[in-house]
């Protein structure tokens, strides 16, 4: 049972323009969300987190939205650029150092 | 500054041998995390260890496979008789305690393992 999921197993966005990945969650003891980028044959790389107490941070051109209500998160890239491809993880944690738990992924092509 | 360091970054082995998976952690952090990804999958959670103790194993097959964090060096995923199922790419991550109210993990590059 996925309690992560990224229902878009890909997305393809014209340079210059927004680019919006959602993740939805199932467990309400979920916390603290990240967002995590990944290159081929590179580990993942830590891009964005948001904690439970807020519903938006923002960094340079990403911003996380988080709505608990509908358990749903979203990662905004504006203006997306040809280097922001990538596959897109979200990854949930229920606090502290415990272990996340990552969706499958989103695979953004930003086409120039 | 050194990030996560995992060696090998390829790592060969035919049915029924071992294999040992290293990780160095980023300076100053004391939790490692060790995560599994098969093709199309997302990272799927192994062990959750601090210096010389394992704190949560919950994903981790119960035969073949254990781990380890010494005082001294870095932590090892070690993989007893190894099956064709067990190939895939194997991340470590740690974190630092106490880091203000975030509680990012830091990823190496990945050992992936091919069982022939």
């Known amino acids: 049972d996925q309690q992560v999921k990224q229902n878009s197993p890909s997305l393809s966005v014209q340079e210059g323009r927004i680019s919006i990945l959602n993740c939805d969650y199932t467990?309400?003891?979920?916390?603290?969300f990240l967002w995590y980028k990944k290159y081929p044959a590179e580990g993942p790389t830590f891009l964005i987190s948001?904690?439970?107490?807020?519903d938006k941070n923002e960094d340079g051109r990403f911003t996380v939205f988080l709505n608990k209500s509908a358990k749903h998160l979203s990662l905004h890239i504006v203006p997306s650029q040809p280097g922001d491809s990538a596959v897109y993880f979200c990854?949930?944690?229920?606090?502290?150092?415990?272990?996340?738990?990552f969706g499958k992924g989103t695979r953004l092509s930003v086409i120039a | 500054n050194a990030g996560v360091m995992q060696n090998p970054r390829h790592l060969v082995r035919r049915r029924g041998q071992e294999a040992r998976l290293r990780c160095s952690p980023m300076k100053g952090h004391s939790h490692v995390y060790w995560y599994r990804q098969l093709p199309e999958e997302g990272l799927k959670f192994m062990v959750y260890l601090q210096k010389e103790n394992i704190i949560d194993e919950s994903g981790m097959p119960k035969e073949r496979f254990s781990a380890e964090f010494p005082k001294e060096g870095p932590s090892i995923l070690r993989i007893q008789q190894v099956v064709r199922g067990d190939s895939a790419a194997y991340f470590c991550a740690s974190s630092l305690i106490g880091q203000g109210i975030s509680y990012e993990q830091y990823f190496g590059p990945g050992t992936r393992l091919t069982v022939t």
């Open positions: 948001i904690s439970s107490i807020k």
């Open positions: 467990n309400s003891m979920f916390d603290y």
């Open positions: 990854a949930a944690s229920g606090g502290g150092n415990t272990p996340l738990v």
